[in-house]
């Protein structure tokens, strides 16, 4: 064991440095606090729970208050014992209708925007409740999978915090009060045809809503309409006017390309497409034997994304000089348009490298920039891709899916600017919450008062809604009629899955009500629309056939944006590019749970850990270990970061692999009026933000105030305790049953075996009793290392599934999230700059199931098929059986966690999958409800299960389709022939728990030029 | 000094000890008897519905099959309930003026649901399918009893798990030929185990006891 630092002074970091120089560089680690073997870490890894009681959240009840009660609820539980189970009512329908079977879950696609960018969703509804979203296989922008946000976006909906009435000045107000309102204002305006009018409303890619847009600017020609989103695609489209004059679309086929390099982009978890992005990426990356090939792919970037971890070289650097570096690689490659040679300093050899690479696979490499770069990388980009030949191939072009492309932060500047100057007297304001997320110097909220009449359409009550006199709660996706484009500008047709909860309105009604036309329904206002406006090859058909194909299928056939021949200007307009700043510079990133800040009272979003950091509950001002120890902050510091007189205060999260003196800071923060879940959580980022550096900016002012501020991260929660068997173990392969296995595509050709260890192997033949045997089905899982891009979206879709609660910040630092399957995090290398790796854990469902010998009183057994089941109602939460699972994946609800009370919450459940109580443990289940309907289906036709049949709801979500689940007895399915594979190892073989989940490991591919 | 007890009293300590043993066994007995008999489990218990419906004059008498009303018992866990337009399609031609059927015809012109009384239920947490057990041959009535007799309907089996497991374990003293499922007054034959065994056989029954059968 060996002696521990105290990781809580920065100064030590150079200790650890040390620490992990002696191991080589071969060490896996997952944090500072290992690292430093901080008593706190210790806690974590001996016990299930940490034990600490000053670490126990403390309620205000005391001992003696404890006793009491336990009397008290000892003597009632003896006497409600004596009570039946009251009688319950059945209410049939008066008419039933036609689909509906009670019971059995109906599917009706949809599309989810994002951005004003459609994904296409399935979503299953029970009796005409929405419970869970599924990918739709259909959808170009979908193939079946999901991200997170739309996992969660059914909480969102069922959000007891959503605004549910319509205001007016503070009071309840009524629809028909609120159109004689705009009635009055509309006719005022008539005379000036609308000069006074202003509409700001967030990016629309909607065709019926780009029509009556045009159709109230036709109505009143000196309206003007205003989009502003703080996280839009300003530079893309910046970029591409740079190169070509107009703004495109482009459209990346990562299923072509051999290299990628990533210019600060983060193409697998952001950005429109990014789902689809993931599959094709991850499919070129799918290994079947030493004969596969894989792509590579390059990263340059400044705060550590999930591309990055995925990255076979990864370059930090500072935001600010990704612009040189990526004129250097032009200029290298030949792009006449790079202008003069940025300098990159020591990378020479790593740019060398890359360009020679990129050089052998011209036609099938890809290079991809940022949306938080400026254009003139973008433009860059372009000119690369047209000079290596891949436009056509890797790279297409089609037309803008926005309604129109505009520069949102000028756009919002130019509202400003009119409201200045008094032009404005009649502001709508849709979706976007400006009052929290405009541009510091704008001072929005100030402004925004003196428009005379000010009405704002949300799903919140939020900061711009309580400056506006009125407010009218907006129908969520799920309630309302629309359509949207997907990144390819496939149309997906928006249809409600449930009629709205509190009478919202969506953009359409209000906008048909502002052009005079109410009573006309969201449904009818979209197919009225399709009615004249259906692409040219369904022409032919009959409307009905169409309407009712397209709603069907969420997808609109034929509605794809072609690709279009571009032609890259000759030279670039010289772009006034700042001098790159000396000191810290500041990056501004939208969160990656919570986005811009709209997700922030979803607590399932709030909770599941953010990639890398493993932060839940917060944001925090992310640094290198380098700058950390220059400033002489750690981990929880609260700093004031101060940018041109402007400043907040943060915490201090240090990020290994970040690039050195930048910090990076996340929006979405600091809300004020989000809701229960999101008010007063974490700090507004928004508040250092200008609209003239929106990304990034030098000189950022870093101040220590001495307070320290506690941060919720899960990265040294159910860490697996291996630290006894390595010292014990210390001669045999002890390194070679690290539970996650890596080797260079290189090695694995030339030892393919290389992931297995061999005593572990013949170990399992040694066995007192008969072996476990599953003579029907036998489930397993297989879960393949080099796909996951630890995006978390199967942990939500777990939550979504299995009616998982959330438990709050101070109980997630008391490490007792209740995720059934957690994406452990693991960094190899210097602090600066390690390989991260990836490993999703969930149940095991071990054949020798440590957890089921321990238990009393038998809540925890064995199926015939293999599972390890957990019986609820016989749990009596003696947690011996968490104490006793060497993989830590068991969960105790220590509180009553799950909301009992609130109605609007009930219809969200799964009805298939008990609500648990508190005092009861839980833990995956590999989704036997899914089992259990599938199995009694094919029983119902005298069949056996299909491969591929069950699906569990983090395979379904899966956009890398790293995890596959199946019957392992038939060696000819998926996952039986993924077990076969020579990558194919078990976590923590050696103790013969004999675990149904396998994992496949991970390979990289790096350039033997850079890495040997 | 003398004896504070006398021998007598030897006899009220023998009672009072073997009767502790007797009363404690008596108590948990009458505990057991409550929990098993009509006022907990409901068995055989009529309930009040807000219309007296008759499912011996329906079913019995008028012969109506199980599914004409109950139409989602071969599709889905829930065996469905008739909406109002089921009874309509009846009763807007017979008995269209009863005062029985007010609430009836209330619901349909109100379009408000009748809430009808639940007779068999389980508890929340055990997932019972109906569609899986009338697949493989097990008749309404082995779980609902003689529901052909039944003027107001009552629960005839208490539904515990323990009446689950009886069958679970030995199916084959209960499934009957797929043809009969619905048939309401079908009767075993005197060698229902050799008919279970080659039924078992042929519908492939599994005896399934693990708990994620049920409980999930």
Request: hydrophobic share 35%; glycine share 8%.
């Amino acid at each position: 064991m060996t002696k521990p630092i105290n990781a809580t002074d920065a100064a030590n970091l150079a200790a650890i440095r040390a620490r992990l120089g002696q191991a080589g560089g071969k060490q896996f680690w997952q944090s500072l606090e290992e690292l430093a073997g901080t008593d706190e870490y210790r806690e974590f890894l001996h016990h299930e729970f940490p034990r600490d009681p000053e670490k126990e959240p403390v309620d205000g009840t005391s001992r003696r208050d404890v006793l009491k009660l336990m009397a008290a609820s000892a003597a009632l539980a003896g006497l409600s014992a004596c009570t039946k189970l009251p009688d319950q009512k059945i209410v049939p329908y008066v008419r039933s209708p036609e689909e509906i079977i009670p019971g059995k879950p109906l599917f009706y696609a949809t599309s989810m925007p994002q951005g004003g960018v459609a994904t296409g969703i399935l979503v299953e509804s029970h009796m005409g409740r929405p419970t869970k979203v599924e990918g739709n296989k259909e959808h170009p922008g979908s193939l079946g999978a999901t991200d997170s946000f739309a996992q969660a976006s059914v909480l969102t909906l069922y959000d007891p915090d959503r605004s549910q009435v319509l205001v007016h000045e503070g009071r309840i107000s009524s629809w028909a009060a609120f159109l004689t309102a705009i009635g009055t204002a509309r006719d005022a305006h008539r005379t000036t045809k609308g000069a006074g009018m202003r509409l700001l409303t967030e990016t629309v890619t909607s065709p019926t809503l780009k029509a009556q847009l045009d159709a109230l600017r036709a109505a009143f020609p000196a309206m003007k309409w205003h989009q502003y989103e703080p996280c839009a695609r300003n530079v893309v489209h910046e970029g591409a006017r740079l190169a070509f004059g107009k703004p495109v679309n482009t459209v990346y086929r990562f299923d072509q390309a051999d290299v990628i390099i990533s210019l600060d982009a983060d193409f697998l978890c952001s950005g429109p497409g990014s789902v689809r992005y993931a599959r094709e990426f991850s499919a070129r990356r799918r290994v079947d034997g030493p004969e596969s090939k894989m792509n590579r792919l390059y990263v340059v970037e400044c705060t550590p994304s999930n591309t990055g971890a995925m990255a076979d070289h990864r370059l930090p650097m500072r935001a600010q000089e990704i612009e040189d570096f990526a004129r250097a690689l032009a200029a290298g490659i030949g792009v006449h348009q790079a202008g003069p040679k940025g300098a990159v300093g020591k990378h020479e050899r790593w740019l060398g490298a890359l360009v020679r690479d990129l050089d052998k696979h011209r036609g099938a490499c890809l290079i991809v920039a940022g949306e938080q770069q400026p254009a003139m990388v973008h433009a860059l980009a372009h000119a690369m891709n047209a000079a290596l030949g891949n436009v056509g191939k890797t790279v297409v072009y089609t037309d803008p899916i926005e309604a129109e492309p505009v520069d949102q932060m000028q756009s919002l500047r130019e509202l400003v600017a009119d409201i200045k100057a008094g032009q404005v007297d009649f502001l709508l304001i849709h979706g976007s919450n400006p009052v929290f997320n405009a541009p510091a110097e704008l001072d929005f909220a100030h402004n925004l008062l003196r428009v005379k009449l000010r009405i704002h359409l949300g799903l919140y009550n939020d900061e711009t809604a309580e400056l506006c006199h009125w407010h009218v709660p907006e129908a969520h996706f799920l309630e309302s009629w629309s359509d949207a484009r997907a990144y390819d500008g496939t149309v997906g047709i928006l249809q409600p899955l449930i009629s709205p909860l509190y009478d919202g309105k969506s953009a359409h009604e209000l906008l048909a009500a502002l052009l005079g036309k109410t009573g006309i329904s969201g449904h009818d206002i979209v197919r009225e629309h399709w009615k004249s406006q259906r692409p040219a090859k369904e022409k032919n058909k009959d409307f009905e056939t169409f309407w009712q194909t397209t709603l069907h299928d969420g997808v609109m056939t034929g509605s794809a944006l072609p690709p279009r021949a571009v032609t890259l200007n000759a030279a670039f307009p010289s772009t006034s590019k700042q001098d790159i700043a000396p000191g810290l510079e500041i990056v501004f990133r939208p969160d990656p749970t919570i986005g811009d800040g709209r997700y922030a009272n979803n607590g399932w979003l709030q909770e599941i850990p953010k990639p890398l950091t493993k932060l839940t509950w917060d944001n925090a001002a992310m640094l290198s270990p380098t700058t950390a120890e220059r400033l002489r902050v750690s981990n929880g510091d609260v700093v004031k970061l101060s940018l041109n007189g402007r400043e907040v205060r943060a915490p201090i999260w240090i990020q290994f692999g970040h690039a050195a003196e930048s910090v990076t800071v996340h929006f979405g923060y600091g809300r004020r009026r989000a809701g229960r879940i999101g008010n007063g959580v974490g700090f507004n980022a928004y508040t250092l933000r200008t609209s003239g550096s929106p990304w990034f900016a030098g000189g950022l002012q870093l101040e220590r105030t001495g307070e320290k501020y506690a941060l919720a991260t899960t990265q040294h929660h159910h860490m697996v305790d291996r630290e006894g068997k390595k010292v014990e173990e210390e001669s045999v392969n002890a390194d070679q049953r690290d539970l996650i296995r890596v080797a260079t595509l290189a090695v694995f050709r030339k030892d393919p075996k290389f992931a297995q260890d061999h005593e572990e192997e013949s170990s399992k033949a040694l066995k007192l009793y008969p072996g476990f045997q599953s003579p029907g089905y036998a489930w397993g899982m297989a879960i393949d290392l080099n796909s996951c891009i630890g995006c978390g979206a199967c942990v939500t879709a777990c939550q979504a599934e299995n009616n998982l609660p959330i438990v709050g910040k101070a109980e997630v630092i008391a490490g007792r999230e209740m995720h059934w399957i957690r994406v452990d995090t693991y960094f190899r290398g210097g602090l600066d700059s390690p390989e991260t790796y990836y490993e999703p854990v969930l149940c095991m469902h071990c054949e020798n199931a440590p957890c089921e010998l321990v238990c009393p009183v038998g809540a925890t057994v064995h199926s015939p098929e293999g599972l390890n089941e957990m019986v609820y109602n016989r749990c009596v939460g003696t947690r011996y059986c968490s104490n006793n699972c060497p993989y830590k994946v068991r969960r105790f609800n220590f509180k009553l966690y799950s909301d009992w009370t609130t109605p609007s919450l009930y219809p969200l459940r799964n009805p298939n999958v008990t609500v648990r109580s508190r005092g009861v443990m839980e833990k995956c289940t590999y989704c036997v409800q899914r089992i259990n309907a599938v199995k009694i289906e094919a029983e119902k036709q005298d069949r056996d299960v299909n491969d591929g049949e069950i699906v569990t709801a983090c395979q379904a979500v899966c956009p890398a389709e790293a995890i596959v689940f199946g019957d392992i007895n038939d060696a000819n399915n998926r996952v039986s022939k993924l077990k076969a594979q020579t990558r194919n190892y078990s976590l923590l073989a050696e103790l013969n728990t004999r675990p149904r989940t396998t994992y496949l490991a991970r390979l990289r591919n790096p350039n033997p030029e850079i890495e040997v | 000094m003398p004896q504070i007890f006398k021998r007598s009293t030897n006899m009220l300590a023998r009672v009072t000890i073997y009767g502790t043993v007797f009363i404690v066994a008596a108590l948990g007995y009458a505990v057991y008897a409550v929990d098993l008999s009509p006022y907990i489990t409901d068995v055989n218990v009529a309930k009040d519905q807000p219309v007296p419906f008759s499912h011996q004059h329906h079913a019995g008498e008028l012969g109506i099959d199980c599914r004409y009303c109950h139409t989602s018992v071969e599709q889905s866990s829930f065996a469905g309930v008739p909406p109002t337009q089921t009874c309509m399609t009846c009763h807007s031609q017979i008995w269209v003026n009863s005062p029985m059927l007010e609430p009836v015809r209330a619901s349909y012109r109100s379009d408000k649901s009748i809430a009808w009384t639940r007779v068999n239920a389980v508890p929340d947490f055990v997932y019972f399918n109906h569609s899986i057990h009338v697949n493989k041959g097990i008749g309404c009535t082995t779980c609902h009893g003689p529901v052909a007799q039944m003027p107001l309907t009552w629960r005839a089996n208490t539904l515990y798990m323990k009446w689950c497991l009886d069958c679970h374990k030995q199916p084959e003293l209960y499934v009957r030929p797929r043809s009969e499922v619905f048939n309401s007054n079908y009767q075993p034959p005197a060698d229902q185990l050799k008919l279970g065994r080659a039924l078992v056989k042929e519908y492939k029954i599994q005896s399934l006891t693990n708990c994620t059968t049920c409980h999930r």
